[in-house]
Every structure is written in structure tokens, then in C-alpha cells.
């Protein structure tokens, strides 16, 4: 709306001064700038998707990360906190940039929001938004996906508890 209104304001004040070929061209002008502002601002994508495997108790955390934090343990540049109703569940990241992220989640089954480890390894039900076979240890680049539109993903919960 007020790209609007600045539009006209700027083409009044320029047309009062200006003959009419030149006002045309400065409409034109305008009228393209608007369009490539709005057009920017479209630069977002969603990420949705399924989870499977869930236990029915417990809380659901769910980080949307990129090479930057991935090394950084139970946090992201975007943080979902869903409660667990169902073995299945939805999920959604909206406004994403374009680039390359991963996910990580864990169901936190005893309620102290952090995802406890046994002696060899996690716990508790915990995935990644894998794109080849699991390996240990592994990188950001073995959950990286590239978002460039709309994207669709599934996550299967690793349910082995570990002692």
C-alpha cells in the first residue's frame, strides 16, 4: 500500500514539471521499480513435513539449522516445540530463505527439554533430515538439503533407547 502512494505522489510532482513523453517514461520507470520491490519480497519459502516413529508423551523439538550452527547441540536458526499427540505428526518452517539447511529433532520423553544420552548414544527418539545412509560421525552435509521453493520432507524417529 504505501509503495502505492508513493508511487503517485512521486508521479504528480514529476508530471507537473515535466512534458508528457518524459512523464510517460518516468511512469514507466516507476512502475517497474515496484515490480521488482514487490518481487523481492518474495524471496521465502516454506519447509513442511512429516515425522514418524513418535512416542505418544513428551514434547517435540524440532531446529531448522544450517552449517553454521549445526555444531552447536539442541539449537538452530528457527525452533518448533510441538507437543507429541500421535505416531505421526506435521510440522512447518515458513518465511525460510533460500539456501541450504538441515533439520534436527528429539522427543523429549521426561520433560527436561534436553535430549538425554545413554552410554551409546541418545535416549530418547531423536532424527535428521537424512539424504543418504547414516554414518557416524557425520556432518551438516549428510542432513543438508538446498531450499530454492516449497519443500516437502519426512523424518523417521530412531525409537532404539540406548542404556
Known sequence: MWIAVIFVTVFIAVRKRMKRKESCK???LLLLASVFQVGAQNNTSSITG???NI???GKVYIFLVDE???SIPQS???TLILDASSNTMNFSFANVQKGIYGIRCFQDTNGNKILDKGIFGPAEPWG???KRKKKYPF???DIAFEVYSNLNIEIFFNTKKQP
Do not use: A
Open 26 to 28: 518516468v511512469l514507466l
Open 50 to 52: 512429516t515425522l514418524y
Open 55 to 57: 512416542e505418544r508423551s
Open 68 to 70: 553454521k550452527n549445526f
Open 76 to 78: 538452530g536458526i528457527d
Open 128 to 130: 535428521f533430515s537424512w
Open 139 to 141: 556432518g551438516f552435509s
